[in-house]
């Protein structure tokens, strides 16, 4: 058994800055647990064609490791991996990190106020456990009838099969979230024909990604302080959307819907393929995908839009609802990740034997600033309920949660304390007061189902408001919020 005082999981974001922030704290009694053999989470795992991020680079990055050399407004897959590597390797991250180690599960003791963690590896013992799992990690693949009986390579974006040859191939692509939208582009120039099976359009805007060169380029690479000056800018930028969305500029948005539609419909040649493509939903209910290239796919002689529904996979191919088969060589899944679900992977169990993932099954995901949980002593989650965005990086919500437990720890030093959970009350009120919100949102309100929502269909992933909101609901711990246990 490994005894530590904090164990994080997790290295993409969320575990890599909470690693630099205890080491900033002189907390230097913990360990790093990774499944892989590398640092980057969703970055180092997702390696399909054309994958990229759709935020601005220089906001999608720490604050304080930023970045004045980004190639692109808004960077590729590999170039964000090699960043999140070269700073592991400058912060000396790769020491404490204790490779192809997954978490299987973690109980909390009563009695020693500690956590017990077993893995696929060693066994821990931990005071504190810090998760950073995030939620883009459990591929979620559709269960269609008969798809163990096709014959070809079938596989989901997120575990993309770069040993399987699509040229030449007829593939079917099932799903078009936002993965899905980067990679068609990428492989329709190879296949011969591909079948794209849409359940429900996306909302798709221009993306603009450019080259950083020129006087946009110097001004950030040359000029003191116009890396910080060019983030500052894209924050704020990024940051207006949400009135959007919440604020008392909900009809700004039919306009943009308006000109996404017009786009479309200038951009297809075929006027029902066009109308296929334009949801019928308010912008923003789902999550708004980005992209340049992926409309005008739709104009090729080897592309075919189906939105009747998949009636069942064969061997050779796919049986679409309304009776029409289509032979297929590959499929595809683009169908995006259990998010609202992800928790029924993780196997903890905290005071009375409480199961957390029964606990929110049964009750509803709800937290505490979506970090802490009552009856789950000293177990901190990043990126937890209700802290994802729409509009702007997630990187910023995760420097605030590991700064706030930072915070918590300091806080129970003082107080001498050696577990701390919140109150049921105080975790209660704060869900109220965000429900309330999510409910005036475009998320509740704009007309469609997403995985935003759980199975009781209320948002529990997206954080309801501006983030310099949430920047001041952590800037602080509010000590009567939480219940303090010291050892007896």
């Given at each position: 058994m490994i005894t530590t005082d904090t164990l994080v999981i997790g290295t993409g974001f969320s575990g890599m800055g909470m690693a630099m922030k205890l080491r900033e704290a002189?907390?230097?009694?913990?360990?790093?647990?990774?499944?892989?053999?590398?640092?980057?989470?969703?970055?180092?795992?997702?390696?399909y064609p054309g994958a990229e991020c759709d935020i601005q680079s220089h906001m999608y990055s720490f604050s304080y490791e930023l970045n004045k050399d980004w190639s692109r407004e808004y960077s590729g897959q590999q170039e964000i991996w090699e960043y999140m590597r070269s700073v592991a390797r400058k912060h000396d991250l790769y020491d404490v990190i204790h490779f192809g180690t997954e978490a299987t599960g973690a109980v909390w003791d009563e009695d020693r106020l500690r956590w017990t963690v077993s893995t696929s590896k060693e066994t821990y013992d931990a005071r504190v456990v810090v998760s950073g799992i995030g939620g883009l990690h459990?591929?979620?693949?559709?269960?269609?009838?008969g798809a163990e009986s096709f014959s070809g390579p079938r596989f989901h974006s997120a575990q993309w099969q770069h040993d399987v040859d699509l040229t030449g191939k007829k593939v079917a692509v099932v799903g078009t979230g936002a993965s899905a939208i980067q990679f068609i582009p990428q492989i329709v120039g190879d296949v011969a024909q591909l079948d794209v099976y849409q359940r429900t359009a996306p909302w798709v805007v221009p993306k603009h990604n450019h080259d950083i060169e020129g006087r946009k380029g110097a001004?950030?690479?040359?000029?003191?302080?116009?890396?910080?000056?060019?983030?500052n800018a894209m924050y704020w930028?990024?940051?207006?959307?949400?009135?959007?969305?919440?604020?008392?500029?909900?009809?700004?948005?039919?306009?943009?819907?308006?000109?996404?539609?017009?786009?479309?419909?200038?951009?297809?040649?075929?006027?029902?393929?066009?109308?296929?493509?334009?949801?019928?939903?308010?912008?923003?209910?789902?999550?708004?995908?980005?992209?340049?290239?992926?409309?005008?796919?739709?104009?090729?002689?080897?592309?075919?839009?189906?939105?009747?529904?998949i009636e069942e996979i064969t061997a050779d191919g796919i049986r679409a609802k309304d009776g029409t088969?289509?032979?297929?060589?590959?499929?595809?899944?683009?169908?995006?990740?259990?998010?609202?679900?992800?928790?029924?992977?993780?196997?903890?169990?905290?005071?009375?034997?409480?199961?957390l993932s029964k606990t929110f099954k049964e009750k509803g995901i709800e937290t505490y600033l979506g970090i802490s949980v009552t009856d789950f002593p000293n177990f901190f989650f990043l990126l937890g309920p209700n802290t994802a965005l729409g509009h702007n990086s997630v990187v910023f919500m995760i420097e605030q949660q590991t700064k706030w437990i930072?915070?918590?720890?300091?806080?129970?030093?003082?107080?001498?304390?050696?577990?701390?959970?919140?109150?049921s009350q105080a975790q209660r009120e704060f869900?109220?007061?965000?429900?309330?919100?999510?409910?005036?949102?475009?998320?509740?309100?704009?007309?469609?189902?997403?995985?935003?929502?759980?199975?009781?269909g209320k948002n529990r992933t997206i954080w309801p408001g501006f983030t310099f909101r949430y920047w001041w609901a952590t800037r602080k711990v509010e000590a009567q919020d939480f219940a303090w246990e010291k050892a007896a």
């Open positions: 002189g907390r230097n009694d913990f360990v790093v647990i990774e499944k892989a053999d590398d640092v980057g989470g969703t970055w180092r795992d997702n390696t459990i591929p979620n693949i559709p269960d269609l009838p001004f950030i690479k040359r000029l003191p302080g116009g890396t910080r000056a060019y983030r930028l990024n940051e207006a959307q949400q009135l959007a969305f919440t604020g008392p500029l909900q009809n700004v948005s039919k306009v943009m819907e308006n000109k996404v539609s017009d786009y479309i419909r200038r951009t297809v040649k075929d006027p029902e393929v066009a109308e296929k493509l334009i949801p019928d939903y308010r912008l923003g209910c789902k999550r708004i995908l980005k992209t340049d290239n992926y409309v005008p796919v739709y104009n090729r002689d080897n592309v075919e839009l189906v939105t009747d529904g088969f289509r032979e297929a060589d590959v499929i595809i899944y683009g169908t995006g990740f259990h998010v609202t679900d992800a928790f029924e992977w993780v196997h903890v169990t905290g005071k009375g034997g409480r199961d930072i915070a918590m720890l300091d806080e129970m030093d003082e107080r001498g304390a050696q577990a701390v959970e919140p109150t869900n109220d007061a965000l429900q309330e919100k999510v409910s005036k949102g475009v998320w509740s309100q704009g007309g469609c189902t997403s995985w935003y929502l759980d199975s009781q």
